[in-house]
């Protein structure tokens, strides 16, 4: 016979029948800043922020119905999808003053240059920022093709960063408002009859 963890289950949000349960989409959410990591695991070996010139932050979506949402079980050990990075290479250098002005204004008192220099990263975590997330199109085991968003950068609440969602099986970028035109628009139906097979005419 089944088992269910109770705990578990009375701790879940019962899903709603008339389709209202979403889907984290790509867009600008405000986020909060969980962990800072100094090295971490990658396909190609470890970086670290030593060798690397680069920390990674992990955030978490603060406020809204997704709030919370990388907390789930899913996302352990997925930190790359809700990281976004914060690196003093020389040619980062545009990025990293973009980083420390979208920390600054999302936390009125926060010196986030002050905090880098003294080396102390947990002075990140806490804080509060807007993040980008793009979107990356995947089809699952089921035939189903959904779009998984990642976190990209830091932005600035007067910034309109452009959000794109990586085609699958391409290098093709495109913006997430003409995905979602490309998503919406009809199918072409048969030219010259039927959409249908004789034997399929569904009347």
């Not at 990658?42 to 119905?65: H, P, W």
């Not at 220099?117 to 947990?122: A, F, G, R």
């Not at 085991?141 to 309109?160: E, I, Q």
Request: aromatic share 10%.
């Amino acid at each position: 016979m089944p088992k269910l963890d109770m705990k578990a289950y009375e701790a879940a949000e019962e899903s709603k029948a008339d389709g209202g349960d979403k889907r984290m989409e790509p867009g600008v959410y405000p986020c909060i800043i969980t962990g800072v990591q100094t090295e971490w695991e990658t396909r190609n070996g470890t970086k670290s922020a030593k060798n690397d010139q680069c920390v990674r932050l992990i955030v978490d979506v603060e406020e809204g119905e997704f709030a919370g949402e990388f907390q789930r079980d899913f996302y352990q050990g997925r930190e790359w999808i809700h990281a976004v990075y914060m690196s003093w290479k020389p040619k980062a250098l545009g990025l990293l003053k973009h980083t420390f002005a979208s920390f600054d204004e999302a936390n009125p008192g926060f010196d986030s240059m002050a905090a880098f220099e003294s080396d102390k990263w947990t002075l990140f975590i806490g804080k509060k920022c807007l993040v980008s997330f793009n979107g990356n199109e995947r089809t699952n085991d089921r035939g189903y093709t959904n779009v998984n968003v990642r976190a990209d950068r830091l932005v600035k609440s007067t910034d309109k960063p452009r959000i794109t969602v990586q085609l699958e099986g391409s290098d093709e970028k495109i913006t997430w408002d003409e995905y979602r035109e490309r998503k919406a628009a009809p199918k072409p139906s048969t030219v010259g009859g039927s959409a249908y097979d004789n034997d399929e005419v569904p009347f």
